[in-house]
């Protein structure tokens, strides 16, 4: 008898833990960010929440003016948000100092590469500065925005 | 009704499997098949390096593992499998020469290169036919999606992928 509950109890203990198995793996198919101002005025610095789908990456299904979620080439560690300004093949023109001067530069991005800006070009780390960065670096795109509620919505077109 | 909601438990075993299965290999642990003879007599020991005629007509599998990927802690002579940075779709195995800092040499233009913050370079074990650093240029950290640590297959060839440091990078001071 003490022998079947014995059982009973460690199948129960088994699907708990399959479930919370399960919720984990849920968790790392998500994930979270800290953001700084490269990104305003679309993202502000008040703890937006935004859901980001890695499904369109994975099928590459992105494409200039898509906000993704990339690896930063001078850090590893780092995951920022960026805009994506020009695909592979695209010529981007950008400026070389904002707010100085007028000057601009032409590039094409080269194969297997993607030119990232932040909206916020006077105050942004990005292809600018590291160059266009391999795709593979890109992790995620960003898609609905769930706070704050007054900015609730898609964050396609954006 | 029963056949539906049978196939119904179907489907959930199978994206509770998909689910599992890849954060696994996200995560821990998982397979690659070694193709090419670029890191050769390591990796797909290759007879003669000129013609690239291989020891065996089986390709190695390797144990990767992704513990490294927590930090992005790696060592000189590390062999790490990473995306490659002109298509993405491509993988590729070699080992880290250089680690951020790093003075490296490029011999065929003679010039030393430092190894900027966020990347590493990385060579093949057989220089005579490898595509690495030399002509990708360094590598970003964040390509990287594991370290090989082990041989599985062929039976004959399982043991540890020995790290191997490689003298012509000169380190940083």
Redesign the interface.
Known sequence: MALRNIGLWAVEGFELAFSLAKFCCCIHVTGSYAMGPSMLPTIDLNGNVIIVERASVWLQKVSRGDMVVLTSPEDPNKQVIKRIVGMEGESVTYLIKPGESDECQTIVVPKGRVWVQGDNIHDSRDSRVFGAIPYGLVHGKLFWRVWPASRFGSMCNV | MSARSSLWNTAKKCV?IG??G??VK??YVSIAAVRGGSMSPSLNPVTDEVSGSRVSTFDDYVLVEKFCLG??RFSHGDVVI???????KERHIKRIIGLPGDWVGISHIDDVMRV????CWVEGDNLLSSLDSRSLGPI?????RGRVTHVVWPPSRIGRVKREIRQPTVPSY
């Open positions: 509770t689910l599992i890849v954060t996200d995560r930090r992005y990473f995306t490659s940075p002109t298509n993405h900027p913050e966020g990347h970003p950290l964040g390509l990287i």
